[in-house]
Structure formats: C-alpha cells, structure tokens
C-alpha cells in the first residue's frame, strides 16, 4: 500500500466500505467547512453543560477541546464528534457541589483509566448484544432529549437568578430567527452543496441581526468564552484511600455511561456512513481523551450524537472534519472569542432542531404497528427512560428487556416427537426439538410420560441444545425418576457444549468421537454414568 493511500485509509477509518484511493481537495474543503460548523455548535453546548455540571464555562469549553482532539485523531469511527454532555454533566453535579472542581478532575482521571481498561481488554464488542428496538429507542430518546434541552434558550434570567419565559417582541424575533434558520437549512442543500447548510444559515442570520441591531440573546450573554490554552496540572486533592472511595463510585458511573453513549453514536454513524467495527478502539480513544482532559482542566465527555449528526450531514467523511471542529474551538477561545459571542442564540437552537428532525427514527412510528408487540414495548420503554433517566439506565432496562423476550420465546419452542427404536428392539425415542436451558425446563419435563413408556428410553437431542446447568439437572432429574421406574435411559446426539456441561456437571465422560454434523451418535447410559458408541 503506498503512502498516499495508508494516509487515506487512516483519516476514512479502516472500516469503511469504499475508501478512495487519495483523499481529493474537495472533500478536504468540505471537512473544514464542516468542522467550523461543528465549532460554532460545540459552543453553546459546553457552556450549558458547564452550568449544568455547576463549573465554569472555560472548563466545558477545555473539554470539548481536548476530547474532541484526540477521539477524532485515534477514534474507531471518523465522523464522530465527542466533546462535553448533559448525560455526563448531571452525574458531575453532585461532586461538584460537595466536593469542589478538584475532585471532578481526579474522576476524570480514573474514568480515563477505567475506559482505556475496557477498550485493552475489547469490551467495546459487547455493544453487539444491544438489540435493533433498543438502537431506535436510544435514537429517538436522545433526540427529544437534545430538543427539550433547547427549550433553555427560550428562558430569560432576572437579576435575582430566578428564570421565566421570554415573551412580547424578544419571543417573536427568536421564533422567527429559529425558523429561519431552519428555513436556511431545509433549502441550502437544493442550491448550493459545497458549504454546509448549518454553516450558511449561522452566518446569515448573525449577519442579519448585528445589521439590524436585533435585541435577541447572544452566545456572549451566556458567558464570556476568552481564556488561555489549557495547562497540564495534577488534581489537588489527597491521595489517599478516602479520597478513592469517593471518587470510585463517580467514575464508574461516568465512564458507563460515556461507553455506552458514545459506542451506539458509534453504531448510527456507522449505518449513515457504512462504516463497521472500531467498538474497542473508541474505548480507548475516549479513554484516552478523559485521562488528558482530567490533567489540563477539563470536565471530561464522550460522542455527542447530536454534533455528530451535524458533521455527517455536513458532509464530514474523515477524521479531518473532528480535527478542524477541535481546533477552530480553540482558535475561538484564544481568539476569536469576541467575534463568535455576537452570534445570536436562536441560529444555534434552529440547527439544534433540524438535528432532532433528522435524528429522531420517524420510520419507527410505523414500525411500532409492524413488528411484534414486544419489539414495540421495548421501543417505547427505552425512549421514554431516556427522557425522565438517563441513556445508560435505558440501555440497560432495554438489554434486559430484550432479553427476557428472548427467552420467553425461546421456552416455547421446545417440544418433542416419539418413534420407535429402529437399532434397539422395544426402545422409544425421544426426539428433542428446540433449546434446552432455564426457561424451558418446565416444557421439557412435561414431553415425558414415564409410566407408559417402555423399559428403554432414547432421547435424542439432534435438533436440540443443551444450554446450561438448569438444563443438566433437568436431564438428570428425569433420568432419575426413569430410574426409580425401573427403566433405563440414553442420551444421543450431544454436542461437544454438551460434553463439557457434562463434564462440569461431574459426570464421567470419556474423549468424545461424535461428529459434529450428527453422522456418528454416541449414546450416555444414565444407569452407567458413561458413554459408548451406538452402533450403526
């Protein structure tokens, strides 16, 4: 592979399916473009999220810096955007309040570490198991999430600090600024491709409110976003047992549920992209980040799915688009500060809404009448947690959900047919269909008219699967009301899993011969406790 093409496959990510053999100036144009977009959308997020997390502004700021950087250098999936959230900055709250900015810092730090763990050990794969209906409700969660989170804007602050509605003529030119922009949005992509809608409608409608002098909130009114770069200091806190003890629970919490929201992000940009794998490499990415940031003032952050959308829907491909939001984020801070403070608020709010519009799943509106009514529940269940929680607490209540579904009909499916022996005269076999595990015991036992049945028994699990030990014990437990019967049982066609179930179970178990494709059987003499092969 020649150099110019390595280069290209590192800034496409080696998971896309159709990398171009050299990275042409136009795309390179198109990333910077949308980068700056993402810059200026970046702003307000981490101010608001610095007031959430109760530090200053400049700390939220450091942090969608130093994170962005680095996952969009190192990241699994270019096109992804990280930087400060809300999911993390209400966790932070707590800390903040009773223990002061150090010791946010110092869990940085340690989530830093606790996610580098799990990304060396590949955890990240694990986000395999979290079902479709999940995804969509995570989606669709998350985008009233960041439209809800909006609504702030629309808040004016009195000089006591109590907040109240805007309204009169301040409510209507914020109206008709945010549709504007919207407005600017929904038509740039049929005119003109090249510059990034979003980019184009902050311009013009910061245009038009400092020629008209519009009386509106700008980004200076939230708060002053000068500052220096970032300086590498160790957190001042006591390095002691009591200090962990604090922190530990903190930044387990953290680092969860940054993985989690950053590895689905990871998942919808990769559908959008056609990008795959790079679960474990995001891990370490944002561990990474969150280890720097904790050291140089940051408040820490994981993927934001809502710049995301930007970025992918700007036309960011590469891991320049990231790089370039990074760094424009900082030249704003040390020097174009005063510049960007001019921007209304209200153009921000209307591309924050067209990224709801674009990242709420509307086909799954649809879907809920299609699918069955499980997927359906779960789909409801996952987005509405994710509006009154938090992501990862929905996630989870998701997985299980999912999971309980799973084996609730997985259960149902066991059943039997008997046929006579055709190798043992006067045998009866049992032909085992569908999982055998914890779920399905009930069922299975129930197949068995002990009674009736001949002296010998065959069950035969060639179309089935022994699973666990629930599983086992059911096996035995019916083999040993055979045996109280005076009857014998056999065991055919076990699978190798099987075997080592077996052998874990503490049944004797010789070096076992079957064929793996069922052409050999070898049957389990309960009564003997060993197995022998069948003939024939």
């Not at 679960?279 to 980040?289: I, R, Y």
């Not at 779920?439 to 009674?451: K, M, N, P, Y």
């Amino acid at each position: 592979m020649s150099i110019p093409s390595a280069f290209t496959v590192y800034l496409y990510g080696a998971g896309s399916s159709a990398i171009p053999q050299y990275l042409s100036k136009r795309q390179i144009f198109v990333d910077l473009l949308s980068g700056l977009t993402v810059a200026l959308a970046l702003v307000p997020e981490a101010v608001a999220f610095s007031f959430v997390a109760g530090v200053a502004p400049l700390v939220g700021l450091y942090a969608a810096f130093i994170v962005g950087l680095i996952t969009a250098l190192i990241g699994g999936r270019p096109g992804m955007i990280s930087g400060a959230t809300g999911a993390l900055a209400v966790v932070m709250v707590s800390l903040v309040s009773q223990h002061g900015v150090d010791y946010l810092f110092a869990t940085v730090v340690l989530m830093g570490i606790i996610q580098l763990i799990a990304g060396l050990l590949r955890w990240g794969k694990f986000i395999r198991m979290v079902p479709h209906p999940v995804m969509l409700g995570f989606v669709n969660g998350l985008a009233i999430v960041i439209g809800l989170a909006q609504l702030e804007q629309f808040h004016a602050v009195s000089d006591t600090g109590e907040k109240s509605w805007i309204s009169g003529t301040e409510l209507m030119i914020t109206l008709v600024l945010v549709g504007l922009t919207m407005g600017i949005i929904w038509l740039m992509p049929r005119l003109i491709k090249l510059i990034p809608a979003p980019l184009a409608a902050i311009a013009l409608v910061s245009g038009a409110v400092i020629m008209f002098n519009l009386d509106v909130t700008r980004v200076g009114d939230l708060a002053s976003l000068s500052g220096g770069f970032p300086t590498f200091q160790i957190p001042y806190v006591p390095f002691s047992l009591e200090t962990l003890i604090i922190i530990l629970p903190y930044a387990l919490i953290l680092s969860s549920i940054g993985l989690i929201e950053s590895l689905l992000t990871l998942n919808l940009v990769g559908e959008m992209t056609e990008q795959r794998g790079g679960a474990s490499q995001e891990c370490v990415a944002q561990g990474a980040a969150n280890l720097a940031t904790g050291f140089l003032g940051g408040m820490g952050g994981c993927a934001m799915i809502g710049q995301s959308m930007i970025n992918v829907k700007s036309g960011g491909r590469t891991r320049i688009a990231g790089i370039a939001a990074a760094l424009f984020l900082l030249v704003i801070i040390l020097f174009a500060s005063s510049l960007i403070e001019q921007i209304p608020v209200a153009s921000l709010v209307g591309v924050m809404f067209m990224v709801v519009i674009g990242t709420f799943a509307w086909s799954s509106l649809k879907t809920l009448f299609k699918v069955p009514k499980s997927d359906a529940l779960v789909i409801i269940i996952v987005t509405i947690v994710t509006v009154i929680a938090d992501l990862a607490i929905a996630v989870i209540v998701g997985v299980i959900l999912s999971a309980l579904v799973y084996a609730w009909n997985a259960a149902k499916q066991i059943s039997a047919s008997k046929r006579p022996s055709i190798r043992e005269e006067g045998a009866l076999v049992y032909e085992i269909r569908g999982p055998l595990f914890f779920g399905s015991i009930a069922g299975f036992r129930e197949l068995f008219q002990i009674e009736d049945d001949p002296k010998v028994i065959v069950i035969d699990f060639a179309s089935s699967r022994v699973v666990d030990q629930s599983a086992l014990q059911a096996i035995e437990d019916i083999a040993h009301k055979y045996n109280e019967a005076g009857k014998t049982v056999k065991l055919r066609h076990l699978t190798r899993d099987c075997h080592k179930l077996l052998r874990r179970s503490g049944q004797l178990l010789i070096d076992s011969d079957d064929d793996p494709d069922y052409e050999i059987a070898a049957d389990y003499d309960v009564q003997l406790g060993v197995f022998g092969k069948a003939e024939g």
